[in-house]
């Protein structure tokens, strides 16, 4: 249950986030003073936070939909879901630690 909640709520976050790059991307073409405006905003610490959270809903949704393409094509894979449900998340807490000690020095030399 909390995975498909989780693969919910993640996708429609990148949904979101990819709508806001299309936007912001498109108004280079409108204004590059508007643009340069928005991209300064994007070097604040808090969207380092943003950021952090963005790559960690990426990766939590891709390895769940590796997880959910098992369930639906493996013969073996409904019987495993929930070893697969914890080993996505073992796999993505061992991704997000190689991630964050970096992506913290980024948010911190930003103050």
């Known amino acids: 249950m909390w995975s498909w909640v989780l693969h919910r709520i993640t996708g429609v976050a990148i949904y979101f986030f990819l709508l806001v ?3 912001d991307s498109a ?15 994007y070097k604040q610490p808090i969207m380092g ?7 960690a809903a990426i990766m939590f949704h891709a390895l769940n939909g590796i997880r959910i393409i098992l ?5 073996g894979g409904p019987k495993r879901q929930r070893l697969m449900f914890w080993l ?6 061992i991704l997000m630690a190689g991630f964050l000690p970096r992506q ?8």
């Open 88 to 93: 996505v998340l073992v796999v993505w807490v």
């Open 71 to 75: 369930i639906d094509f493996w013969g």
């Open 104 to 111: 913290i020095g980024v948010i911190l030399s930003e103050f």
């Open 27 to 41: 108004l280079l073409r409108v204004s590059p003073r508007a643009y340069n405006a928005v991209i300064d905003t």
């Open 21 to 23: 790059h299309i936007l």
């Open 49 to 55: 936070i943003g950021e952090a959270a963005l790559v």
